[in-house]
Nanobody
Framework: QVQLVESGGGLVQSGGSLRLSCAAS????????VGWFRQAPGKEREFVAA????ADNTYYKGRFTISRDNAKNTVYLQMNILKPEDTAVYYC?????????????????????WGQGTQVTVSS
């Protein structure tokens, strides 16, 4: 079992930056791919980025940067030059992959554990 807690969301003006954090606890964070998703009101949950345990393999759909610090059991999403259309609830999720180096998991159904989400609001 892995517990995930997101933080770092908030209200920011268009063009601003935020760094989201996803802190994991429970089972060791090793062997998990961690992904970030977002969901705007009335829309489906959308993949943003994913990273493998060793942080040498990433997968993106968009312009944000994902990173992780395994010593802190934390994954980050750096969001720069934010736009109003980036407004959404941002979720992190974890998928157990064992020793696989694959990181191309972009469907919410592929992930095993989810955080509660953090709201990001970008004003124009």
């Amino acid at each position: 079992q892995v517990q995930l807690v997101e933080s770092g969301g908030g209200l920011v003006q268009s063009g601003g930056s935020l760094r989201l954090s996803c802190a994991a606890s429970g089972r060791t964070f090793r062997s998990y791919v961690v992904g970030w998703f977002r969901q705007a009101p009335g829309k489906e949950r959308e993949f943003v980025a994913a990273i493998n345990w060793s942080a040498d393999n990433t997968y993106y759909k968009g312009r944000f940067t994902i990173s992780r610090d395994n010593a802190k059991n934390t994954v980050y999403l750096q969001m720069n030059i934010l736009k109003p259309e980036d407004t959404a609830v941002y979720y992190c999720a974890a998928k157990e992959v064992g020793t696989s180096n694959r990181v191309t998991y972009s469907s919410p159904a592929q992930y095993d554990y989810w955080g509660q989400g953090t709201q990001v609001t970008v004003s124009s």
